[in-house]
């Protein structure tokens, strides 16, 4: 199904118009609102008249995190506060957090992203929906919230803290979807599945972001809970959920180009890569009011594709994340993304998707062991089967990532769950 907004299947002809349009009044208006942008445009020997359309865009400096930080927490804004009706913040993990500034018409426009996004996941008004991600400054709860409210549907705020009062209502009230991360879902499921209560439930679709996670623990959801399970984007810089989304096919993440304007560029050197190539994805916003952001440096990895997708939307779409740039684990000199042993755990049968990467430090050598929860039946009896398992689940990640891990497998359920965004490294070599 297609949302009935034109603009994610105009041609790409008209969308290049209308985005060389919002291109040119958005460098026109940072200059003129925001004295950081103009210092940094004034560096580069930008002035607003030299910008025709988004063929400029690679002339313009990148922003990143630390701009923000540094103008913390309003300097970025480009309305006077009286217009800003909203404020989130990220904390990131270290140093200030980041605050985004929302206008009604910013609020609007999140909203309508994140009603398409729902519609790409087969949501509509009549859907009921649980919002499962926390409410509060970080964008997901509130975000969702608007989205699936715009679209007319029944929204039922639950946050996230308890989930077996959530499995309740998701019977009582014929819950049938739900927006959540993914593995917030996956111990949803887990309860469901322990309370024997899978044929009372109506869910049909889900909409999981806000951490990244594997086509193969998609598939574990979709099988578990006999729904649709659909990956949504979005950072709280940007806008928050509804970025991008992707439709029934799972072919990439569609983006909602006509707000967004995406780049993939080579991490090292910053210049724009081919379609299909990995890179950094940087954003422009070309909407935004409260806090527009050029060339915004995501630090996720993915490809883009501008191909026409089955699903008739002719937006580009973005490969799900190869994890991001800066959460890359360097173990004795091996570039390690945690989705990689994620994906490598997955094809293995009998593997739960819970574990936990520790990375210590012995001496000068590094060490690193992955925890994973396996099923029951191998604890039971015979351990050459446990045995059996840890060899096939240590040449799959040697394989995978290119290094030996130590392979602790541990009972289901040992390890913590998350009801927000998952933790699965535990990096001690910083600590020292
Ligand atoms: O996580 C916004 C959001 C809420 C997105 C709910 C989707 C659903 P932040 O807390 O600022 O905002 O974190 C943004 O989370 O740069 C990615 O690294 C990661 N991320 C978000 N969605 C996905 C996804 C929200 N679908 C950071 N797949 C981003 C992989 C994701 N990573």
Redesign the pocket.
């Known amino acids: 199904m297609i949302w009935n907004v034109p603009r994610e299947c105009m041609s790409r002809d008209e969308l290049t118009n209308m985005q060389n349009k919002r291109f040119v009044k958005l460098v026109e208006r940072v200059y003129h609102s925001v004295p950081y942008y103009r210092q940094k445009m004034q560096e580069v020997g930008i002035e607003p008249g030299d910008v025709k359309g988004i063929e400029d865009l690679v002339r313009m400096p990148f922003t990143t995190k630390d701009d923000l930080r540094i103008n913390y927490p309003f300097g970025l804004f480009a309305v006077p506060m009286s217009e800003i009706v909203r404020i989130h913040a ?1 904390s990131g993990t270290t140093g200030k957090a980041t605050v985004v500034g929302y206008t009604r018409h910013d609020l609007a426009v999140w909203s309508e992203c994140v009603s398409r996004a729902m519609t790409m996941a087969g949501i509509t008004g009549d859907d009921i929906i649980q919002v499962a ?1 926390g409410y509060g400054l ?3 709860g509130l ?2 919230h608007d989205g699936a409210q715009n679209l007319g549907a029944t929204v039922v705020p639950m946050s996230t803290g308890n989930t077996d009062k959530l499995v309740n209502m998701m019977v009582d009230f014929g819950v049938t979807a739900i927006a959540c991360t993914p593995s917030y879902l996956l111990h949803i499921a887990e309860v469901i599945e322990e309370r024997g209560l899978l044929d009372k439930i109506k869910l049909k679709a889900s909409v999981n ?5 594997t086509v193969e623990m998609r598939e574990d959801i979709e099988r578990r809970l006999n729904i649709h399970a659909h ?7 940007v806008m ?2 509804g970025v991008a989304c992707d439709c029934i096919h799972h072919k990439g993440m569609h983006i909602f180009e006509d707000h967004f304007y995406p780049e993939i560029v080579d991490r090292d050197t910053l210049m724009p890569v081919p379609d299909g190539v990995d890179g950094e994805l940087v954003i422009t916003t070309l909407t935004k009011e409260g806090l527009p952001l050029i060339r915004y440096r ?3 990895i993915t490809s883009i594709t501008h191909e026409k997708c089955e699903c008739g939307r002719t937006i580009a779409r973005i490969s799900k ?1 190869k994890g ?1 740039s800066d959460d890359m684990l360097i173990i004795r000199g091996v570039n390690v993304f945690p989705s990689q042993v994620e994906e490598a755990l997955l094809s293995i049968n009998g593997v739960k998707p819970h574990y936990m990467i520790i990375v210590d430090r012995q001496g000068v050598l590094d060490t690193f062991e992955i925890k994973i929860e396996v099923d029951e039946k191998y604890f039971a009896d015979e351990i050459g089967q446990l045995e059996g398992l840890r060899n096939i689940i240590s040449h799959k990640i040697k394989t995978a990532v290119g290094l030996a891990a130590k392979i602790t497998l541990v009972e289901p359920r040992s390890l913590e769950r998350s009801m927000g965004k998952s933790k699965h490294v535990i990096d001690n070599r910083k600590l020292v």
């Open positions: 990220s991600y970080f964008t997901g975000g969702a972001g806000a951490e990244p996670w990956d949504i984007y979005g950072l709280s810089e928050g959920p995501t630090k996720d994340f991001r």
